[in-house]
């Protein structure tokens, strides 16, 4: 049962060489659990059903009788409205891979915020993953370890672009973000809005511009976007990132 429930838990990602990379399981070991040949040990068990959002009946029931209940966005009343946006989003129109990001600071007005995401596809599924800078979250009293900083979301396609619902860990904050492509020389550069959820306050804003540029899969040209992310002044932007954010026009 064990081997069937997993066969059928990893249908939905691209390889099993990744699903096993992703959950820290040594490959010829985790073929052996898919064969029903060996029985994973109490904290692989562990790992295995946090991953998958299931519980240790996954050993002895079969799975579709112990999910977490039925989809909140594709289920027959919202399929039609958000369930067809959510899945498929055309490879072509928002590319897997990473993107730098930039945007305003939202808690100090003069900088801006530089980063780096991960978009995967999961089977029907376009997903977001980052990790927020550990300065902004020390300035809003926050824990700054990893776990804490980590951020992941959705991505949904829109009629002229594409959107993403991004939380924190626990949905302790949120954001909600638009983009549309916009011309650039090699077609890789998107512009929009982002807003958190927080309350309205004079100390802060809670709406600005967004930009994203795809860097692809290379890690040479990866890390260095990496290692430059966090806060910034406009003169060190990227030259077209600070070109689409405009920062002497107020966003309307």
């Known amino acids: 049962m064990f081997g069937a429930n997993l066969r059928k838990l990893a249908e939905d990602y691209v390889s099993i060489s990744d699903l096993s990379r992703q959950l820290g399981i040594n490959r010829t070991q985790f073929n052996r659990y ?8 109490p904290d692989v068990l562990a790992r295995i059903c946090h991953f998958f959002g299931v519980d240790a009946r996954v050993l002895l029931e ?17 399929r039609d409205f958000l369930g067809t946006g959510v899945r498929n989003v055309p490879e072509a ?58 951020y992941r979301g959705i991505v949904s396609r829109q009629e002229n672009g594409v959107t993403m619902v991004v939380t924190r860990r ?15 020389f090699q077609n890789n550069f998107w512009v929009g809005y982002v807003t958190r959820t927080a309350p309205e ?3 802060g804003i809670r709406v600005t511009r967004l930009t994203y540029e795809h860097l ?28 689409l954010l405009q920062p002497d026009a107020p966003f309307v």
Do not use: M
């Not at 898919?34 to 040990?41: D, Q, V, Y």
């Not at 209940?69 to 027959?76: F, M, V």
């Open 201 to 203: 306050s004079s100390a």
């Open 62 to 78: 079969p799975v579709s009788q112990i999910s977490g209940g039925p989809d909140p966005i594709n289920n027959s009343f919202l």
């Open 93 to 150: 129109d928002f590319p897997s891979g990473f993107y730098r990001f930039a945007r305003h600071s939202f808690l100090e007005r003069e900088k801006f915020v530089t980063g780096v995401v991960h978009i995967q596809r999961q089977g029907e599924n376009t997903f977001l993953r980052g990790f927020e800078h550990a300065k902004s979250l020390r300035l809003q009293g926050l824990p700054t370890g990893p776990r804490a900083r980590e």
């Open 34 to 41: 898919l064969a029903g040949e060996s029985f994973p040990r």
């Open 216 to 243: 692809g899969h290379e890690l040479a040209v990866v890390l260095p976007a990496a290692r430059e992310a966090g806060f910034a002044d406009r003169d060190s932007l990227a030259p077209y990132h600070r070109q």
């Open 170 to 184: 626990n949905a302790l904050t949120g954001s909600f973000n638009y983009l549309t492509r916009v011309a650039s």
